[in-house]
């Protein structure tokens, strides 16, 4: 089992950036598929950008050219570049895993939420005009 931890979230202005992170604690031993999600009041929670362990990366298209996902393996930690940001970003930001063998390069709906198994608490993004 992994335990996810958010951090970075902020109040900024429209065209801001923020950097968030996740570090992930526990059962490292294992390889994770990782992605960050958001859920802003009312909505349903969507998937931002995801990550597998080969370097695999899909964003959703709302965030394309704008947020940056990343990883350093060796702090175990997950990142997530947000520039040029909007007031339509504002939610709550929520790192999520799942366990992945290391060869994986396709994940059949990385961008959705039942595909993951492990949660952080998320962190608090908004962005106003």
């Known amino acids: 089992q992994v335990e996810l931890v958010e951090s970075g979230g902020g109040s900024v202005q429209a065209g801001g950036s923020l950097r968030l992170s996740c570090a992930a604690a526990?059962?490292?031993?294992?390889?994770?598929?990782m992605a960050w999600f958001r859920q802003a009041p009312g909505k349903e929670r969507e998937g931002v950008a995801s990550?597998?362990?080969?370097?695999?990366?899909q964003y959703a298209d709302s965030v394309k050219g704008r947020f940056t996902i990343s990883q350093d393996n060796t702090k175990n930690t997950l990142y997530l570049q947000m520039n040029s940001l909007k007031p339509e970003d504002t939610a709550m930001y929520y790192c999520?895993?799942?366990?992945?063998?290391?060869?994986?390069?396709?994940?059949?709906?990385?961008?959705?939420?039942?595909?993951?198994?492990?949660w952080g608490q998320g962190t608090q993004v908004t962005v106003s005009t």
């Open positions: 999520a895993a799942r366990r992945c063998m290391p060869a994986l390069r396709a994940l059949g709906f990385p961008l959705s939420r039942p595909t993951y198994d492990y």
């Open positions: 526990g059962d490292t031993r294992n390889t994770y598929c």
């Open positions: 990550i597998l362990p080969v370097g695999s990366i």
